[in-house]
Every structure is written in structure tokens, then in C-alpha cells.
């Protein structure tokens, strides 16, 4: 069956650092994936999308890469600030959209 | 920039009773959906709806559920007789394009079933 791994479930990092977040999946061959941000209590709010065919992505502090190979997509903040802090969800398209558990991530001043 | 709205923003009810969620999706949208997430735990696709028809639907959308678009503006999930766990945040979403789209979710309504 399709499966959607968030490497963990919770990630600290200091600010200024960059966060690495990342998502793994099985048995699927998406033609694309797109990362979300969650706030407590809010719904997810979009972020990038990145096609198959793209390797690399970015959004101002953002990037996301995708390896259809590793069957893996990386999501990167640069110069993190405690305002970066919520969960990151990755989603992926089949005959639904499905989601990802999460990596919430907190950014330490 | 326009917004995906939902009412109520919380929801108190008894177990075995109806409940009407609303959402307003974004006026020039035309996938609509709901998804689903108990506290704690993921966001979970229920169904997918465009021209008036259920385009997808998830193994938890069963006959208790429902959808409709009563009019132009209103998008709305219909829970029939409420079990306990049907508790949880409730999110509409709507996209130009079916999934390959961005999709922009409301800010959800919670349901608590007692």
C-alpha cells in the first residue's frame, strides 16, 4: 500500500540555522509533491509544489528537492526564526491527496 | 487574497444527532473538499467534489456522510448521526484544478461529539 514517512516527528533547531526536513514514500510514482505548513489549531497552508521533472525548487528561505529515485523529497529552511516554527506536512496526489504525519519544528532563539 | 471560510469555527453536539458543517470555498474554485484530522494525528483526505458530484471519496466517507452545494457560494459536509469518534477538526479546501493544484483550506471547524 502507498506510504508517506516524515523523517521525525519533531526536529529543534537553533535560529539561523538551516532546518532539513524530510519525506519519504513507497509504492507510489507521483507526478508531483507539495509540502504544507500547519499552525496549532489552523489548516495547512500551502508552500511548493515540485514537479517530477524538477529537481529543485525555491520560494525565498525555502527549497525542496525531489529524487523520484531515492523516492524522497528534501524541504530545507534557511536562516530559520522562531516564527518558522509549526509542522511541516508533505502531500502527495494519488486518486486523493494524502498527507504525511508531520515534522513539527521548533525554532529555539 | 481571497479565502477559503468555515462556520462554525467550533461545534458542541450529542452523540446520534445531525450536524451541518459550512464552508465557502473560493469563488472562481472548482474542486471542493473535505478533509479530516483527530487530534494528534494526520490530516485525512474524506472526498472530493466537483460539478455537483462526488469525484473521490475515502474509505471513512461512508452513508453517514454527505456533501452538497446548495448554492452558488456554500459548500457543505453533513455527518448524519454522530459517533464519539467523529471528533475531530473538520477542513474544506478548494483548488482550481483537481489535486494538481494548489489547495487552500479553511481554517476549519471543530467537532466534539459527547
Known amino acids: 500500500s502507498q506510504k508517506i514517512e516524515q523523517n521525525s516527528e519533531a526536529l529543534n533547531i537553533q535560529e539561523g540555522k538551516t532546518a532539513t526536513l524530510t519525506c519519504n514514500y513507497t509504492n507510489y510514482s507521483p507526478a508531483y509533491l507539495q509540502w504544507y505548513r500547519q499552525d496549532p489549531g489552523r489548516g495547512p497552508v500551502f508552500l511548493l509544489l515540485?514537479?517530477?521533472?524538477?529537481k529543485e525548487k525555491r520560494k525565498e528561505r525555502l527549497k525542496v528537492t525531489f529524487d523520484t529515485t531515492l523516492k524522497q523529497s528534501l524541504f530545507h529552511i534557511t536562516a530559520s526564526q522562531p516564527a518558522d516554527s509549526a509542522t511541516y506536512l508533505c502531500a502527495l496526489p494519488s486518486r486523493q491527496l494524502t498527507f504525511g504525519s508531520g515534522t513539527q519544528l521548533t525554532v529555539l532563539p | 487574497e481571497p479565502e477559503v471560510t468555515q462556520t462554525p469555527s467550533h461545534q458542541v453536539t450529542q452523540m446520534g444527532q445531525e450536524v451541518i458543517l459550512r464552508c465557502v470555498p473560493i469563488?472562481?474554485?472548482?474542486?471542493f473538499y473535505w478533509y479530516r484530522q483527530i487530534l494528534g494525528q494526520k490530516v485525512e483526505f474524506l472526498v472530493s467534489f466537483y460539478n455537483n458530484e462526488i469525484s473521490e471519496k475515502s474509505e471513512i466517507f461512508d452513508d453517514q456522510f454527505s456533501v452538497e452545494r446548495p448554492d452558488g457560494s456554500n459548500f457543505t459536509l453533513k455527518i448524519r448521526s454522530t459517533k464519539l469518534e467523529d471528533s475531530a477538526m473538520y477542513f474544506c479546501a478548494s483548488s482550481g484544478t483537481l489535486f494538481t493544484d494548489t489547495q487552500y483550506f479553511g481554517p476549519g471547524t471543530r467537532l466534539t461529539v459527547l
Open positions: 469563488s472562481n474554485h472548482l474542486y
Open positions: 515540485i514537479r517530477e521533472n524538477e
